[in-house]
């Protein structure tokens, strides 16, 4: 497992680590098979009876109360998003400014107090976003272009921005029930990604773009996210 993932209490270290290129954000982790996921050594080789039970409410379990509430004006934005990469076979223009880095520094300096629960959350939340990118948030389309972005080693947190980073926060109640958050913990991360969303709704001019360019790896249009 990965430590970089476990260190901010938010992700047990194995759902990411078990996502691979190949599914549609808003349905399972990509290659994910709920046994695997949770499920390790000897608890593989049950009876198939007992294993069903088991994934069975490994499922209850992941299909919790675990919801955000997306603003309005994110949603407009995801929308225009999934237009430009699937349909119109845009891309956005990378490296983007201001980055991930930089809206959840700006996130930070817009609360009176600089409190080490907002920097965890902060922390947190780029740790996710650099883990899952590649993984879980791209689109077919666009994974070439990707790649090239990357190529030259900075994280997806200094080189994507807000279109990207608000995909996250679609996946996130799919990913926050393998926490070992509960009840009132879990309560309060909810309102703190909620007040992020927020922040991104009162700046979304300076944070989103409306100029997509051309994919330079045009694949053929139809929509859908990896796979």
């Known amino acids: 497992p990965d430590d970089g993932l476990r260190e901010h209490g938010m992700l047990d270290g194995v759902a990411l680590l078990h996502a691979e290129l190949g599914e549609d954000l ?18 593989v080789g049950l009876p198939a009876a007992e294993r069903e039970a088991v994934v069975e409410a490994i499922r209850a379990h992941r299909n919790g109360p675990v919801k955000l509430t997306i603003p309005g004006p994110l949603k407009h934005h995801l929308i225009n998003d999934w237009d430009n990469v699937t349909r119109d076979l845009k891309v956005v223009p990378l490296p983007r400014a201001p980055n991930v880095e930089a809206l959840l520094d700006q996130y930070v300096e817009s609360k009176a107090s600089r409190t080490p629960a907002v920097e965890e959350l902060v922390s947190g939340l780029k740790t996710y976003f650099n883990r899952s990118l ?62 992020v969303m927020r922040f991104m709704v009162k700046n979304q001019a300076a944070f989103f773009t409306a100029d997509y360019v051309a994919n330079p790896h045009p694949a053929s249009p139809g929509g859908g996210r990896q796979g």
């Open 134 to 195: 590649e993984a879980i948030l791209l689109y077919t389309q666009e994974q070439p272009a990707v790649k090239e972005a990357l190529a030259g080693g900075l994280p997806p947190s200094a080189v994507f921005g807000a279109e990207h980073f608000l995909r996250l926060f679609v996946k996130l109640p799919e990913l926050l029930p393998y926490t070992n958050l509960e009840g009132n913990s879990l309560t309060l991360l909810r309102a703190r990604l909620e007040d």
């Open 26 to 43: 808003h349905g399972r982790l990509p290659g994910e098979e709920l046994h695997e996921v949770v499920l390790e050594g000897d608890h």
